[in-house]
Each structure stands twice: as structure tokens, then as C-alpha cells.
């Protein structure tokens, strides 16, 4: 079946460490989206991508990177910058020019600070 | 520009009873509109979307919505709720133009009492 994975499920990070998040899609989509959700704020972009090796800052890029070299994947990289990572971050795509189509979902990443 | 407010951030009702969540939207454009279910620690599933067909929209799990142009509105409903209702449900805006970037609401939590 087609969809998007997310690795791993539970993430911890130390002080000062950066980590990285897998999100892979098997779907054929050209846009990538990667968000933040906290309790009671929604979901925040961080960074989307519409083609490979382009992607581009979100509402909340800081403390955050990705890289698009390959149309499947879109890893998301937590860095040392961001002072305060602990959230459930999701991954999702869509086709990029289909304004009715919905947008696919991973089943996420929870990351806390140790 | 568009916007997508969330009437409630919290609906409780009782098993059995009609479901109304409230949804508004901005958009200079004509608009997709899309409403998404999130259970615990799981990502997005889309329910039901409206791209300008029928103003009525059918979605799963007995759900549906209606668009009302003059009211710019998409509120969901459900005659009967279930206890595997219980859920964040998240209302999404997307128009045509510039990067179809989709705007999410800070969504709902629909509790459901036995």
C-alpha cells in the first residue's frame, strides 16, 4: 500500500545534539511538508518542499534544516538551535499543482529532551 | 491571503447525540476546503473535501459538511456520535495561486461521554 513513514516513533535528544527525523513516501507526490504540533496550537510549517533539491522555509524554519535529494524523501533535522524541540513533528505530501487534492500524512515523531 | 478559524477548541457531547464542529475560512480565491481527523499520537486523516462541486460533501465514517458561500462556512456534522469519535478534528483551507500551501485551523477536540 502506498503512504508516508515516519522514523522512528520516539526520539530523545541531549543538550547541544542535533538528530534527524526519516520521513520516506512512496506516493509519486512532488510536495513534501514537514509541521510541528503542540497541545492546543494546531500544526506549524517548517519547511515544504514542491520539486527535488528545492524546499523552502515555513512559518517556523529556525532551529530547523531538511535536504530533498530524492523525490521520496524529506529528512528533517532538529539542531542544537532549537531551544525547545520537545513536540510531535509530522510529515506529509500532496501532488504539487492539485489544489483539491488532500494532503497524506505520516503517523508522526514525538521528540523530547533528555 | 487565507484564514481558517476554528469556532471551539473543545465540543463534548454524548454518545448517540448530533456532532457540530465550526469552521470559518478567509480566502480571496475560490477555496478547497478539507476536514481531517487526528486520533492519540497518530497522524491526519482526511474525512471529507469540498472543491467546488456539490455544496453538500459526504466524507467517511458517517460524517459530512456543508460549504456555504455566503456565510463563509464549512461546519461538520454527524447525526450520531460514537465513542471512536472522540478525536482532534482539523479544518484545512487551500486556494489556487502562489504555492497552494494549505492553512490549518488549531483544531477541535470533540470529546464523547457515554
Known amino acids: 500500500d502506498g503512504g508516508i513513514t515516519q522514523s522512528p516513533k520516539y526520539l530523545f535528544r541531549k543538550e547541544g545534539q542535533n538528530v534527524t527525523l526519516s520521513c520516506e513516501q512512496n506516493?509519486?507526490?512532488?510536495?513534501m511538508y514537514w509541521y510541528r504540533q503542540d497541545p492546543g496550537q494546531g500544526l506549524r510549517l517548517i519547511y515544504y518542499s514542491q520539486i527535488v533539491n528545492d524546499f523552502q522555509k515555513g512559518d517556523i524554519a529556525e532551529g530547523y534544516s531538511v535536504s530533498r535529494e530524492k523525490k521520496e524523501s524529506f529528512p528533517l533535522t532538529v539542531t542544537s538551535a532549537q531551544k525547545n524541540p520537545t513536540a510531535f513533528y509530522l510529515c506529509a505530501s500532496s501532488t504539487r499543482t492539485g489544489l483539491n487534492q488532500p494532503q497524506h500524512f505520516g503517523d508522526g515523531t514525538r521528540l523530547s529532551i533528555l | 491571503a487565507q484564514s481558517v478559524t476554528q469556532l471551539d477548541s473543545h465540543v463534548s457531547v454524548s454518545e448517540g447525540t448530533p456532532v457540530l464542529l465550526r469552521c470559518n475560512y478567509s480566502s480571496s480565491y475560490s477555496p478547497s476546503l478539507f476536514w481531517y481527523v487526528q486520533h492519540p499520537n497518530k497522524g491526519l486523516q482526511l474525512l471529507l473535501k469540498y472543491t467546488s462541486a456539490a455544496t453538500l460533501v459526504k466524507g467517511i465514517n458517517g460524517f459530512e459538511a456543508e460549504f456555504k458561500k455566503s456565510e463563509t462556512s464549512f461546519h461538520l456534522t454527524k447525526p450520531s456520535a460514537h465513542m471512536s469519535d472522540a478525536a482532534e478534528y482539523f479544518c484545512?483551507?487551500?486556494?489556487?495561486?502562489?504555492?497552494?500551501?494549505?492553512?490549518f485551523g488549531r483544531g477541535t477536540s470533540l470529546i464523547v461521554h457515554p
Open positions: 484545512v483551507v487551500r486556494i489556487s495561486g502562489g504555492s497552494y500551501i494549505p492553512t
Open positions: 506516493l509519486n507526490h512532488d510536495a
